[in-house]
Nanobody
Framework: QVQLVESGGGLVQPGGSLRLSCAAS????????MGWYRQAPGKQRELVAT???????SYADSVKGRFTISRDNVKNTVDLQMNSLKPEDTAVYYC???????????WGKGTLVTVSS
């Protein structure tokens, strides 16, 4: 089945930047919408950004103007560029693939982003 692997998490100061990357395998790339979600301890998992194969994008209001999702249809990767990071952005970030055929969701194991001085 679909396999997703995230990388790029780490510790940054407020106002800093990080770039997360997700590599997909065992996937027909154009059949999936790709996205990033995040979950802080004790909180629900929430959508951060999505990008479909046709290039359409969606962002959570809390990250709009600061985060950018990009999708490479040759490498089968989806990145999340995060700028102007805030302590409230601290969370485990998960890569998501959603089948455009049946709506089934697949998840990576997550990568931790910590924003602290």
């Amino acid at each position: 089945q679909v396999q997703l692997v995230e990388s790029g998490g780490g510790l940054v100061q407020p106002g800093g930047s990080l770039r997360l990357s997700c590599a997909a395998s065992k996937i027909i790339w154009s059949n999936y919408a790709m996205g990033w979600y995040r979950q802080a301890p004790g909180k629900q998992r929430e959508l951060v950004a999505t990008k479909s194969s046709d290039g359409s994008t969606s962002y959570a209001d809390s990250v709009k103007g600061r985060f950018t999702i990009s999708r490479d249809n040759v490498k089968n990767t989806v990145d999340l560029q995060m700028n102007s990071l805030k302590p409230e952005d601290t969370a485990v970030y998960y890569c998501n693939a959603r089948s455009l055929r049946n709506g089934v969701n697949y998840w990576g194991k997550g990568t931790l982003v910590t924003v602290s001085s």
